[in-house]
Nanobody
Framework: VQPVEESGGGSVQAGGSLSVSCVVS????????MAWFRQVSGKQREGVAA???????IYADSVQGRFTISKDGPKNRAVLRMTNLKPEDTGRYYCAARDPGYGWHSDDWSKLQYYESWGQGTQVTVSS
């Protein structure tokens, strides 16, 4: 388990843009598999997007074409850029990481138990 730190988020009106970023551990060269999840009070945490070691990306259908996950520079840092935000995108966004030594299976990307390291979350609020 590694420390995970998120930043960004905030409040925006529908149609606007926000970014959230995440850093896992202090090993800038370790190419973690990383993902973003979100959760609304009373509902299950759901996968939003993931980026595997090497750069392959996966998105939930609800955000496809609007959100982009990438690694900018350090391999242990992932950024989720969100555009054309909708009120239903509101929630607490959590970053998750999986050590690259464990491999990657695309079918499992949105399962909570697939990741061993989690951040505390950052709030994203989209008003109509």
């Amino acid at each position: 388990v590694q420390p995970v730190e998120e930043s960004g988020g905030g409040s925006v009106q529908a149609g606007g843009s926000l970014s959230v970023s995440c850093v896992v551990s202090r090993d800038f060269n370790r190419d973690y598999h990383m993902a973003w999840f979100r959760q609304v009070s009373g509902k299950q945490r759901e996968g939003v997007a993931a980026i595997a070691r090497g750069g392959m990306t996966i998105y939930a259908d609800s955000v496809q074409g609007r959100f982009t996950i990438s690694k900018d520079g350090p391999k242990n840092r992932a950024v989720l850029r969100m555009t054309n935000l909708k009120p239903e995108d509101t929630g607490r966004y959590y970053c998750a990481a999986r050590d690259p030594g464990y491999g990657w299976h695309s079918d499992d990307w949105s399962k909570l138990q697939y990741y061993e390291s989690w951040g505390q979350g950052t709030q994203v609020t989209v008003s109509s």
